[in-house]
Structures are given as C-alpha cells and as structure tokens.
C-alpha cells in the first residue's frame, strides 16, 4: 500500500484516534474512504489500483459521533445537528434534531478518554440510531433519528433508556 497523502498523516501518537475510514459500497466497492479529524482531509484510496486521490478537505465542525457513511454520504452528529456531506455532490446539509430533550442530554456530553463517544449507525434508508451514555455513567440512551434531506432536519422517532445499578463502560457498538 501506498504512503497516504500528506494531509492525512498526523502525528504518530494521535494516529489511530484522529482517523476515520469506511469501505465504499456500489460503483465505489473497490474504494475506502479515509478521513483524518484533525486536517478535515478526505480521501479515496483504491484498492484495485493501489492509489489515492485527494477529494478535498472537508468543511465541517467538529464531529461529535465518529462518522459513517451511507452510499456516497458521510453523516455525523455534532451537538444539536446531524450533518450529510455527498463526497461526490460536495453538497453539506446541516439538519437540526427536532427533539429539545436529546438535544439538551447531547449538550451536555463531555469527552472522557476510555468512554463511548455517541455513535451514530445506520438502519436502513433514511433511519439511524444514536446511542450514548448518560452523564451519570449508569444509563445507556438510544434514539432512533429519521433524516430528511429535504426538509433538512433529523425527527426522533423513539428515544429509549437503559438504567442500570451501577456505573457502566461501553467503547463502542454496531447495529444487529
């Protein structure tokens, strides 16, 4: 494999928490698309042909869930929003969550090290869920958010909590 473009590369001791990279899928299936958080550089690398190619930085916020990506559409959360950026289009849509309680509980997130940031997955279509946990550490929350780039903004459809009788850690989770 190729050495990536400067742009992506960020110091070694930030390296593997400053990245994202997904596996393309349809006409991109032999593509990865490699992000790096701190630069906003976005990048194709080709499997088949052993490349890479700049797309471009990405402009953005900071990205309060880890991205995914949908077809050609990265979707990330950042506080009170769910934002879609097309790679191909180069279009950035910013949708507003309509729910003012999730929003609020996401407001009030605070990044620990060793803690599951939310996480956004994908169901199918236009529906996703978030989860995160709590701010008291004993509670996972899920919410599951329909988008419609249309109307630009992100309805919660159901919000479900977890309590538990004492403190819990998650890292990480994928959708079943």
């Known amino acids: ?46 499997v088949d042909k052993i490349i890479w190619e700049c797309l471009g930085p990405l402009k953005c916020g900071r990205f309060l869930s880890t991205p995914i990506v949908v077809l050609t559409t990265i979707y990330w959360i950042n506080f009170q929003s769910l934002f879609a950026y097309d790679f191909v289009q180069k279009t950035l849509i910013k949708m507003p969550i309509t729910d003012f309680q999730i929003c609020w509980l996401l407001d009030s997130y605070k990044e620990e090290p060793y803690e599951m940031k939310p996480t956004l997955v994908h169901l199918v279509g236009d529906d996703f869920c978030l ?31 977890y309590v538990f009788d004492h403190k819990i850690r998650l890292m990480d989770c994928l959708p079943w």
Do not use: Q
């Not at 930030?14 to 490699?34: C, N, Q, R």
């Open 131 to 161: 989860f995160w946990i709590g701010t008291d550490s004993s509670s996972l929350h899920c919410t599951k958010i329909r988008v419609s780039t249309e109307l630009m903004v992100a309805f919660v459809l159901s919000c479900h909590s």
């Open 1 to 46: 494999m190729p050495d990536p473009p400067p742009s992506l590369i960020p110091p070694a001791s930030l390296a593997s928490l400053h990245f994202f990279a997904a596996p393309l899928t349809g006409e991109y299936s032999d593509k990865i698309l490699v992000c790096s958080k701190l630069t906003k550089a976005l990048c194709l690398y080709d």
